[in-house]
Structures are given as structure tokens and as C-alpha cells.
């Protein structure tokens, strides 16, 4: 009785969240970089991705107190970014008392029908060298899984409207960032390559 409950709320869970996933796919929501890979990946039976970002670099509106503010992306790219695309952000006349210039790495949340399933993710997580993450739900045939990336930086570009950085120092400041997003890029098509194979 208790394998088959287990069976019907992963099946559930796992119906709603694909039905999610494809709706954002449809609406280019969802990470170009990872589509080839949740879609092969969410075939398996004891485990999915209800969702993921592969990492970004992000203009982002924050109050005083680093709060996030309605409308708070500036602007957000899944990609390397240029100066110009950054420059141009910063020069508008924007209503916001802080804007911060974030580099986020990769986030998966995995869901796993069973615990011995989400043991071995997690043994998996440790032998990638995985720092962030762990189990934060369990519930009987849902445990999930969070793993972030832990190669991020972030910091003030600009308060009200006076720009913090010239451009020249502007410029080191992303080139550090595309850096930074290059090196999780590369991180993250070996983590998906070893939990296809593995999981």
C-alpha cells in the first residue's frame, strides 16, 4: 500500500511539473542550454527536474537594504554579456535607490520518487564536488533536491544615478563575470552528462 502511494504521488508530481516545464518551453521560459537535457532526463522513472536555471549575469533593482523591488530585472541574460548591453541599462533614468550586477551559477531541483534514489544523488553531488545543497522536502514518494553552484559574485554598479564604475573598470568587472558564467557553463555539461549516465 505504501509502494503505491508512493507511486501515484510521484506519477502526480511529476505530471503537473511536466506540464509546467512544457508550457515554459513553449513560451522560450525555459534555459535554451538546458531543454535537450531535461528532456531526456525527465524520461526516467524514479527521478525528474521540476525545475532548473543553468546560471545567469543580471541588472537587478534593490532598495537600501538590498531588498528586491517590483520590476526589479533590469536586465537578465543567459549568455556572456558586452559592456554596451550592460552601459546601456545603466544610463537610463531608473527609479531604483540601488542597482546590483549579479552572476548566478546553475540551480537544479530534483525530485526523486524514493530516498534510496535521492541517496544517490547526493553521493553524486559529493563526488562532483557539489558544494551547496541537500534534501529540503520529504514527503513519502517526493524528496527533493536542491544543488546550486557555489561560482557567483555580486556587487553595486550603480546608487540612484550616479554609475559607481568608469567604463574601463566597468569593463574588467564583466569580463570577470563572463568568466565566472564560462567556467559554471563548463561545470554544468559535465554534471549533466554524469547524472544522464548515472541516474
Given at each position: 500500500m505504501k509502494t503505491d502511494l508512493q507511486e501515484i504521488r510521484f506519477k502526480m508530481t511529476k505530471?503537473?511539473?511536466m506540464g509546467k516545464l512544457a508550457s515554459a518551453i513553449n513560451e522560450k521560459k525555459a534555459d535554451a542550454m538546458l531543454i535537450p537535457f531535461l528532456k531526456r532526463f525527465n524520461k526516467k522513472k524514479n527521478?525528474?527536474?521540476?525545475?532548473s536555471c543553468c546560471g545567469r549575469i543580471m541588472l537587478l533593482g534593490a532598495d537600501e537594504e538590498e531588498k528586491k523591488m517590483p520590476g526589479l530585472f533590469m536586465g537578465k541574460w543567459h549568455r556572456t554579456v558586452k559592456l554596451k548591453e550592460v552601459l546601456d541599462v545603466l544610463?537610463?533614468?531608473?527609479?531604483?535607490?540601488?542597482?546590483w550586477l549579479k552572476q548566478e551559477s546553475y540551480i537544479f531541483h530534483l525530485v526523486?520518487?524514493?530516498?534510496?534514489t535521492a541517496e544517490k544523488v547526493l553521493k553524486l553531488k559529493a563526488s562532483l564536488g557539489i558544494r551547496r545543497g541537500g534534501i529540503f522536502t520529504i514527503d513519502e514518494g517526493r524528496y527533493i533536491i536542491e544543488l546550486i553552484g557555489s561560482g557567483n559574485?555580486?556587487?553595486?554598479?550603480?546608487?540612484?544615478?550616479?554609475?559607481?564604475?568608469?567604463e574601463k573598470q566597468l569593463e574588467k568587472i564583466i569580463k570577470k563575470a563572463n568568466q565566472k558564467l564560462t567556467r559554471n557553463y563548463s561545470i554544468l555539461k559535465n554534471i549533466m552528462k554524469v547524472f544522464q549516465k548515472e541516474l
Open positions: 505530471t503537473t511539473s527521478i525528474f527536474t521540476s525545475s544610463k537610463k533614468d531608473l527609479d531604483f535607490p540601488e542597482i526523486c520518487k524514493d530516498l534510496e559574485m555580486s556587487m553595486p554598479v550603480k546608487f540612484g544615478k550616479e554609475i559607481l564604475f568608469d
